[in-house]
């Protein structure tokens, strides 16, 4: 097994203090949806986890669906163009529908996200993201429910990777420079 800490710098938020926001969020979750139905849209693949624990803290029924969506190369990802990898199964037209994300860097793909899935005629569209980086914001993105804004470092852990790798690390962490080469390539 490859020795995951040494390529970690930081750990910025611990598995306890995110389920402990988490369960925040859901508390006003369920004040804002009470008496409504509600379909809970992940994208996929960051926000399995934050949909798997929002969903068991939820004191109410939610259906869940799963969204898959790509960018057109990652040499344009700043374009915003996105294709569907994988449609939801339901039809969402008059129901309440809300987003997980596991974070908001430029806001791109959930600017082209609400755009696509309002035009299939919703009662709503809110967005819970667990973290944000204000810094990175290239399109504003209209968020309900925001675990913690981050810095604009490179983080993975809780569903975020690099190189696909790193999603099952537990906490949110900051990747050491070593892992890709020293240059942010967000940056
Ligand atoms: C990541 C993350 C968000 C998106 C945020 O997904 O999970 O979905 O990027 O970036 P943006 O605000 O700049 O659009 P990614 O495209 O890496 O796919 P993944 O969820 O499968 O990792
Ligand atoms: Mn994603
Ligand atoms: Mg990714």
Known sequence: LRDV???ITEIL???EQIQGRLAELAREIERDYEGKDVLIIAVLKGAVMVLSDLVRELKFHAHIDFMAVSSYGS???SSGVVRIVKDLD??????HVLIVEDIIDSGLTLNWLIGNLESRGPASIEVVAMFRKPEAIKEPVDVKYVGYDIPNAFVVGYGLDYNEDYRNVRGLAVLSPHVYGGEDPHA
């Open 75 to 77: 040499s344009t990802k």
């Open 13 to 15: 938020f611990s598995e």
């Open 90 to 95: 339901a039809e969402i037209a008059g129901r």
């Open 5 to 7: 800490e040494s390529d």
